[in-house]
Structure formats: C-alpha cells, structure tokens
C-alpha cells in the first residue's frame, strides 16, 4: 500500500499553491500600507512558551498541542527521570506567542520608540479532529503591533483585516464584524468570580468540561458547544456590566474609531475567542453564510499582559489572525475561484529533432529576459505539441522547423486570434511580453 499524506493534513496543489502565494503576498501588500513588517520566526517553540502564554486552561494547551522529546531526553523520561523545560518543544499552535518572544528576546521595543509592527505567515499545528475548515496542519496570516496601548491601533488593525478581505474577495455583505471588551487586570478579577459563582450554581445543567475548569478560566464556558452549556450561559453575568472605567473609555474609543471608518460591527458580550492572553478589545470576523459551524475566518485582540507572562517586560500588544483554509471555504462559498492555474505565456514547438536544439536555446533566452516559456521534452508530434500548449494555457506557441532554423525566425501564433506572424529570434521575447506587437 502507497504512503498516504498524515490525517488532518492538505497537499497544496500547483493551482491552490499558486492562490495561496498570491493570498499571502496580497496581505502582506495591504498590511505594509500600515506600517507591519515581515518576521519569520521559528515552526517550533519550547512548549512553556504555550503553556504560559496560552494558558493551560485552553483547549490548544491541554488537548491539541503536537509536543516532541527527542534523543537522549526521550531515553530519560522512559527509565523514569525528569527532562528540563528548555528540552522540551511544541509545534506552533498560534503565532503570536513565539513573534511576542522575539520581540522580548531580541528587544524591538526600545523605551520611547515607535511600536513595532510584524506580519507573518506559516502553518500552525493543531491535534484535533479534522473537519472541514479545521486541520491538522493549517496555514495562517496574521499580525502584532507591540508597544502601543491606544485604542487607534486596535480599530486601525480590524480596519485594515476588513480591507484584506474584500480585496482577496469577500464580499463586505457576507461578513459579520463580532466586537466586545474583556476588560483588564482591574476589573476582569470580579467579573471571573461572578461567572464562576454564576456556573456552580448551575453545574448540574453544565458538562464535565466546564466544571472541571471552572476554578481556573471560567470564562471558556462561554465557548463551550454543548447545547445545555450554551442555554445556561445566555443567562450568565455579562462582562459590560462590570468594566472599570478605563476599560469602558478605550472599547467606547475603539467603537468611535469604527464608526467614523464605517465599519459596521456587532457588540457580542460572550465573545471572548480561544486563548487566555486577551485583555480589553476582542473580536472575531464570521461569514454569514455557507460555512455551517465553522464561520470565523479571523479574529484577534489585544494582549496588554502577555509579554511579562512569558518572562519579559511590561508591554501592551495587539494582533490578529486570520486561516487561509476557512477564507477559501468563505471565497467558495461567495462563488470566488481559489485555483490560480499556472502561468505559460509561450510554448516554442518543434516540428523534428532539427530544431530541438535552437527550440531549447530559444527557450533560455526567452527566460532570461522575463517570459514564461515551455517546451516539449517528449518529443511529441507538432498536433501533440499544440494540444499540450492549449492545455497549458499559453498565450502564444513559436513554431520551429528547419526553415525557420535557417532564417533565424520563429513563426509565432496567437491562440486566441489563430494569427501567425514570422519573428526574429531575437525578438520573440519582446513580441510576446507586448502583446503581439514587435518592438525594436
């Protein structure tokens, strides 16, 4: 039986490649409009990075993290003994841990200076079941803009996830903007006991998830799928009632921001997204329609205290992310095309093995200046020839016999127009890069 590729993973063919690319390089477009940067940090991270910077509360901590102990380490844990911190890794579940840890380690945040604004993108590694829109291994783009705490810069970032969208093609019509606050280390403490007070008077009707961590972040109830959990917790504390007054002014700030903008949202107080670094402004962008249960395709916030959680200095921080694969669900689904379909602006077709050897010249220095070229290594006949051009969708196909060898042309056909036109060998690449026009 031939190897398969793992469960919960994608091979990315040559059109959905292509569309991926152009995915990335479109966000990357959009976002350096404002200022974000590029970073590559690395795929794996020591697994406390996750740990403390997730929370150990989180589904991605306690369930889903792909986790690795190699070598000598490995032989240790098996005869019974400890294995440093240091020594043990994870795959990245998320992103914005591991670019906040080059921001600490690396010290991009200097006292006074502007704040540091970074773009990524890779894939992201999850243990869990695979569904449509939810795999194993995914592929992300996303953001963080560390050292500003400023409301501007959370409305500035939503503004600019809504931009890339419609530009990637979403339509604005098929998107829903969900806005709420957390609050911060101010007020979140009371709002957490009201709702754990509010869940133990009512974990007979809760499942064994959300009682088993009520202790630790009961705000994950409001996440819970269990029909029971989510009836119980439409009637749970909201956390607007219980904002301090710092808090209501930057969500009351951010919301000014959007309105002036014309970004229409809606205020949802249960929504509080997946991991526990949130403070203040959380959001969460869904398709209306055509997605089932798996609607959000980007979401983000703002993470005031994450920086000290992994060990660095005090640091606010905001960012988001946002999944290729539910964002090609959403542009299916709104009838986009996500299949770029390899570019070949010409074919050179030989007629005999004669012309094989200039065909295979011809080709380079088409190349060379600029042009997308293709050639038969097969030594097909010229009808066979054609058909693999037509199937690759060149734009034009320069014939070679020994005659043209001779003359030192090419005969050039337009395959939409059917029109041939005689050209210099030399001129071919300039014919073909200015739409059948040749230049000097």
């Known amino acids: ?49 996750f740990v403390r910077g997730l929370g150990t509360a989180t589904d991605v901590v306690s369930k889903e ?35 906040v840890r080059a921001v600490a380690q690396n010290n991009l ?39 500003a705490s400023a409301p501007s810069v959370d409305a500035e970032g939503i503004i600019m996830l809504m931009r890339f969208y419609e530009r990637i093609g979403i339509p604005r019509e098929n998107m829903r903007l969900l806005l709420n606050s957390m609050g911060d280390h101010t007020c979140r403490p009371a709002y957490r006991e009201a709702v754990r007070t509010y869940i133990m008077d009512h974990a007979s009707e809760m499942c064994d998830e959300c009682t088993r961590r009520v202790d630790i972040n009961p705000l994950r109830s409001f996440d819970c799928k269990n029909p029971d959990c989510q009836r119980v917790m439409a009637n749970a504390p909201i956390i607007s009632d219980w904002l301090c007054d710092d808090c209501k002014s930057h969500y009351n700030q951010v919301k000014a921001y959007l309105d002036a903008a014309g970004i229409e949202y809606v205020e949802d107080p249960s929504l509080v997204r997946g991991l526990d670094y949130y403070t203040r402004t959380v959001f969460e962008i869904q398709v209306v329609d055509g ?10 916030g703002r993470y005031d205290g994450l920086m000290e959680e992994i060990g660095g200095k005090s640091c606010p921080g ?21 299949v770029n379909n390899p570019t070949c602006t010409l074919f050179i077709a030989c007629v005999d093995d004669t012309a094989r050897s200039q065909g295979f010249i011809l ?11 293709e050639i038969d290594h097969q030594s097909r006949s010229l009808k066979s020839q054609f058909k693999l051009a037509d199937k690759l969708g060149a734009t034009y196909v320069a014939v070679l016999g020994p005659d043209e060898v ?31 026009v040749e230049t000097k």
């Open 1 to 49: 039986m031939a190897i398969q590729r793992p469960k919960g993973t994608e091979d990315l063919l040559a059109g959905k490649a292509i569309f991926y690319r152009h995915f990335v390089d479109t966000a990357f477009e959009v976002f350096g409009r404002y200022g974000y940067v590029p970073i590559e940090v690395p795929t794996f991270e020591q697994t406390d990075l």
């Open 65 to 99: 993290m792909f986790t690795a102990i190699s070598g000598e380490n490995l032989k240790s844990l098996l005869v019974g003994e400890t294995v440093k911190p240091e020594s043990r890794f994870s795959l990245r579940p998320e992103g914005t841990a591991g670019v």
């Open 109 to 147: 945040v200097a006292q006074g200076s502007a704040p540091v604004k970074l773009m990524y993108a890779g894939s992201m590694f999850r243990a869990e079941r695979p569904q449509k829109g939810r795999l194993r291994e995914f592929h992300q783009v996303g953001i963080e803009c560390l050292g």
């Open 291 to 300: 997605m089932g249960s798996q609607s959000a395709i980007g979401g983000g």
């Open 318 to 338: 905001f960012g988001f992310a946002l999944g290729f694969e539910r964002c090609v669900l959403a542009l299916t689904a709104a009838g986009v095309s996500v």
């Open 363 to 373: 080709a380079q220095a088409c190349r060379d200046a600029g042009v997308a070229v």
């Open 406 to 436: 001779a003359a030192g042309v090419a005969k050039v056909r337009d395959m939409a127009s059917h029109e041939e036109q005689s050209v210099s060998f030399a001129g071919v690449a300039r014919f073909v890069s200015h739409g059948g």
